[in-house]
């Protein structure tokens, strides 16, 4: 499958991405499809001075999530290390959780909870939804073409994409490049 981006701005801003320990977790092999690379479960993107975060991983606090939800997950995963989660990788980088100004969960999943009072979410009411390459929605997030999120229903309702430029983040689902 091939296709095109939009072509470049003069002012086009330069991603940097950044990837973090997410965590160790004893999975039952019937769980995975693919293998996934190590530290691929979040990633600090810089663009332009401002810092974003895909996914945030799991919380050390885990088992402080309301039990309805604590108990499947301990069912599941258990034992699981989370010796580091992204408030302490963002310390060895010299950030802060409040430097980051926009984090975007890949969907909305118990790995990828803050605590209560923490959330915001992206206006989409009124958005100019566009198709960009085999994907009939997406959303260019600055207007300047250098930033995508692309909805990529699958894995749950709500799953999304990032696109910086040609580099394409997305989290459970088997890893494969589109286009070129």
């Not at 981006?5 to 003069?10: F, N, Q, S, T, V």
């Not at 995963?77 to 430097?99: H, N, Q, T, W, Y």
Request: net charge neutral; hydrophobic share 40%.
């Amino acid at each position: 499958m091939s296709y095109t981006l939009p072509a470049p701005c003069p002012d086009q801003a330069y991603f940097s991405v950044t990837f973090f320990e997410g965590r160790q977790v004893k999975v039952p092999l019937r769980y995975l499809l693919d293998p996934v690379p190590d530290g691929a479960d979040k990633q600090l993107i810089s663009v332009t001075k401002r810092n974003i975060l895909f996914d945030l991983g799991v919380r050390k606090d885990y088992d402080n999530y309301p039990p309805a939800l604590a108990q499947p997950v301990k069912d599941v995963f258990l034992p699981m290390d989370v010796s580091e989660d992204i408030v302490d990788s963002l310390a060895k980088g010299g950030l802060k959780l409040s430097d980051i100004s926009t984090i975007f969960p890949s969907h909305i999943h118990w790995a990828s909870l803050l605590p209560p009072g923490h959330t915001a979410f992206l206006k989409t009411s009124g958005a100019d939804w566009k198709p960009i390459g085999p994907f009939l929605r997406a959303l260019d997030y600055y207007g300047d073409g250098s930033l995508y999120v692309i909805d990529a229903p699958g894995h749950v309702q709500g799953h999304i994409n990032l696109q910086c430029t040609r580099l394409r983040w997305g989290m459970d689902v088997p890893w494969r490049r589109f286009g070129p």
